[in-house]
């Protein structure tokens, strides 16, 4: 803490404005008060708040106000302690409650500080103003309805009847979309707004998972009362997830209030969500309400998803609009969304559309996905006039080059087409977001068919896949067996990896390298590599995770990825994009469940075991209880049913891989495990070690708290190389000869060394961490979330390990070690 000294000066200052009657320029004081102030309002800051007694009676409340203002903003957690406690000091007179005045303020302040009066002190501010005449100002009244909707206290019941007498519209301020709406109501004719508040109240008593029949029937009849009612109802829901408008102060212990929805609001949004698909269909009204979905999924701090309830409802919404875009939504979020109750809900709506259609659940995904107006594959060219724009996503990345009327390429939009096609090109950059987002969901869901065994009939595959206008372009980046033959496409055909013609057949598979002979493999990688084909995902690069000694010594679990240390909501993320079920360990639970991922179609269940690490709620544990780190144990396997008549094309089904004699709660031998399951379960779990382990971690050399993690650290990020490490080393080994700085790298061991000019490097091939010369010293080097343009023009076999690209940055920065400007680095290289 800083030396006592300094706060009577600051004092003085404080005294001096206060006399002076500047608020502003006395908050900014405060402000600086509490940022190097650590201590209680007591003892040392007897001075402050004396010399903040010097305020004019009259000016006190705006000083409260600033000053609350300012905290709303503080992110740093001691100095909100210490603001929060000085708020405490200035608004004690206020909430006595003995005149209008002083209730005005108190509410004031408690509309932007979560749960700081209990519910009998709001019931007796409101009922004080209310009965001296005084209109309650509209934050006021969102503040008790957020005080109902949350709960937070029994006696919150009693304000329920007092905000029943109030007529003001039911929306809550300090939302864009809400202020918008708000805003767009009180503009319109004086009998339209009265049927749109209408509208909000109805909404508002969206209280159930679905509309009942009664409830629907009063929503069509509002709509119908409404001028154009559709185009401002996706204007509003566009909104939804924009910062607040309005920030709230929290204590320390709450989750972040300005991250989550308004509870309240949330249900008026429910409503308005259900209303819009009861109008005629529009092209926009699903892309709104699946871009909602996604919104109301994003997590809070301490909170999780947003508005669950919100996102179910747009599901609602999009199973109720019969529009091949909202089946193209639905198809698409069921491959990217990972929280269970909106994935559960996704999933009943695309089996009730299969039914409905008399297909499979995969039949409906794959014709669910669009052309976006791509009228080859991977291209579209929309006009604008003289003047066009070329999408082009046929290597994966979505691009979008300008010609203006000329014929000239331009590097943005020209002013002629945002001056006169400005709803055209709204509409086309629209569909270029609906690409992008659509690309990456077909992807994962084509990483998925290698458990799913899939076989297709030829011309299915071909018209689905291959010449489909936006999959294709992820279909021929991958490798297929034809009738058993692997072979891919290039100029204008399928071919083998001899470059022959394969020119049709009766079923098509996608290929996996497990069970190939080597040379196969190896083959398909110098292909690849030769026609520089970057595939969507690891497929001829893959690894393969076959049986080891040490697992067939322990027969029934495999102890490969065991004593690892991982940031638990890291790996809790992972978990669920890679479909596996798995719950956050808190420190006062007494035991865990496994992270688990059902196989239904092998018959299997496949167990990764982990607990939570440490003891210090301060250090080992988020602010809700949640764990920071877990460690790693076995992974285990366990029969359960399987769908009767199930038979992949594997051969054989599921049946044959049961042990017989097994009972459900006993370990199946790995030895039975089929080698497909074991090794993609593996891969997995090492895709979890590989990201989630803290030993990934450049500023982590000291070991975390108090040291505990230092072995392992050390023991990870310079160790023996993981399946998904191997493959990069590979990889370089091929790439780094056909590099610029190929002089100056080559690999060595479990490491990629690069000669600079001031030292030598080695880059861990796992951890991507750094020593250098002499003596093994540790360089910290943290990498930018984006991978720098050092990396841009290197021909990478496939998308998605960032680890290999930050390694490649690295290795460019570091071979010119003289020209490294950044002070965190060069100060290192001087030690």
Partial sequence: MPTPTIFPERAERMAALARHGD????????????????????????????????????????????????????????????????????????????????????????????????????????????????????????????????????????????????????????????????????????????????????????????PSQRWETTGRELLVELTDPGDRLRTWLGLVGRPRTILLNRTRWEHDVNE?????????????????????????????????????????????????????????????????????????????????????????????????????????????????????????????????????????????????????????????????????????????????????????????????????????????????????????RLIWLVDDVPCAYWDGALRTSEDKEIAAGETVRLWHPIGREVDEVIAWRAWLEAKRVTQPFKQAHREVYLLTAAEENTRVYSNRYAAHILRQHQFHALTAARGWRNKLRMMVDDEYEPATRELTQWGLRAEFWIEGVGDDWETDATESGAYLRITTDQVRFYPISAPENHAHAGGGGYAQWIHQDAQPTDPLPLAEIPPLVLSEVLRDVDLFVGVASVGNDPTWQDGGPEGQFREYWASYSFGELSGTAQTRKEILGRLVPRLAIADRAEVEGRFLVVRGDLRTYKIHLGSGNILMSPNDQYLCIVPKQSVGSSTRDVFLPFEGDRVLAVILSKAFMLAKDTQIADPTITQQLRR
Avoid at 85 to 98: F, G, H, N, Q, T
Avoid at 266 to 295: D, H, I, K, N, Y
Avoid at 376 to 390: D, M, P
């Fill in 23 to 210: 608020v502003e320029a006395l908050t900014d004081e405060v402000m600086a008060y509490t940022a190097v102030y650590t201590g209680d309002w007591g003892h040392e800051s007897r001075d402050a708040t004396t010399a903040l007694g010097l305020l004019a009676p009259e000016r006190k409340p705006e000083l409260l106000m600033a000053v609350l203002e300012r905290c709303c903003q503080v992110t740093e957690t001691e100095q909100r302690r210490v603001t929060n406690d000085l708020l405490e000091i200035l608004v004690k007179p206020y909430s006595k409650i003995r005149t209008p005045d002083s209730a005005a303020v108190a509410l004031a302040f408690g509309a932007r500080h979560t749960a700081y009066f209990g519910g009998d002190e709001l019931r007796r501010m409101t009922e004080l103003l209310l009965e001296a005449g005084r209109p309650l100002p509209v934050e006021v009244v969102a503040m008790l309805r957020r005080t109902v909707a949350h709960g937070y206290w029994s006696a919150a019941e009693a304000i329920k009847p007092l905000l029943d007498k109030l007529d003001v519209p039911m929306l809550n301020p300090g939302e864009a979309w809400a202020d918008r709406a708000l805003a767009d109501v009180a503009s319109l004719d004086p009998a339209e707004a009265r049927r749109w508040y209408e509208v909000f109240r109805h909404a508002a008593t969206a209280t159930s998972a679905k």
């Fill in 260 to 476: 989550a929805f308004d509870q309240f609001n949330a249900t008026v949004l429910r409503g308005l969500v259900w209303l819009v698909s009861f109008l005629p269909e529009q092209p926009e009204t699903p892309r709104v309400l699946g871009a909602l979905v996604e919104t109301s999924l994003r997590k809070a701090t301490g909170l999780g998803p947003r508005s669950p309830k919100v996102a179910n409802a747009c599901v609602y919404a999009l199973s109720r609009v019969p529009s091949e875009e909202a089946l193209a939504q639905l198809a698409r979020l069921a491959a990217r969304v990972t929280f269970k109750g909106t994935l559960k809900e996704l999933n009943a709506a695309l089996d009730a559309r299969a039914a409905a259609l008399h297909l499979t659940r995969d039949e409906v995904e794959e014709l669910a996905v669009p052309a976006y107006g791509l009228t080859e594959v991977g291209r579209r060219v929309e006009h604008f006039g003289e003047a066009s724009a070329t999408l082009d996503a046929t290597s994966g990345t979505v691009t979008v080059t300008w010609r203006n009327s000329a014929g000239k390429t331009v590097k943005s939009v020209p002013a002629s087409v945002r001056s006169a096609y400005s709803e055209q090109l709204a509409e086309f950059k629209a569909a270029v977001k609906d690409v992008e987002k659509m690309l990456s969901a077909q992807a994962e869901r084509l990483d998925r068919q290698f458990l799913a065994q899939r076989v297709w009939p030829f011309e299915a595959w071909r018209a689905r896949y291959l010449d489909h206008p936006l999959v294709g372009t992820l279909a021929r």
